[in-house]
């Protein structure tokens, strides 16, 4: 079982951006992903950003997000990064790392984080 804490949810205006990181310990496989998920009251959880491979060799995006969001890792710190930019009132949401996930924006992951909270206000 991976541990997972994320950090770097706030509160921004529209157009602004936010750095998300997930520190995480425990066994990850360099075969599965890692991701970040969101999910906004009323609404399931959704895929926002998949990597894959250790370090990053693969990328994966949903659409909405695409060309705004951009997800890294660090595999010497053991954390995994999502940078936030142009940022839009649709994006308030709860944001949640979860690893070793067997698919790309698919919620079927072994380990999850406890969130962390971002709203944008227009």
């Known amino acids: 079982q991976v541990q997972l804490v994320e950090s770097g949810g706030d509160s921004v205006q529209a157009g602004g951006s936010l750095r998300l990181s997930c520190a995480y310990s425990g066994y990850t496989d360099e075969w599965k992903f890692m991701a970040w998920f969101r999910q906004a009251p009323g609404k399931e959880r959704e895929g926002v950003a998949s990597i894959y491979g250790r370090g990053g060799r693969s990328t994966y995006y949903a659409g909405s997000v695409k060309g705004r969001f951009t997800i890294s890792q660090d595999v010497a710190k053991n954390s995994v990064y999502l940078q936030m930019d142009s940022l839009r009132p649709e994006d308030t949401a709860m944001y949640y790392c979860?690893?070793?996930?067997?698919?790309?924006?698919?919620?079927?992951?072994?380990?999850w984080g406890q969130g962390t909270q971002v709203t944008v206000s227009s």
């Open positions: 979860a690893a070793n996930c067997r698919y790309p924006l698919e919620p079927a992951c072994d380990s």
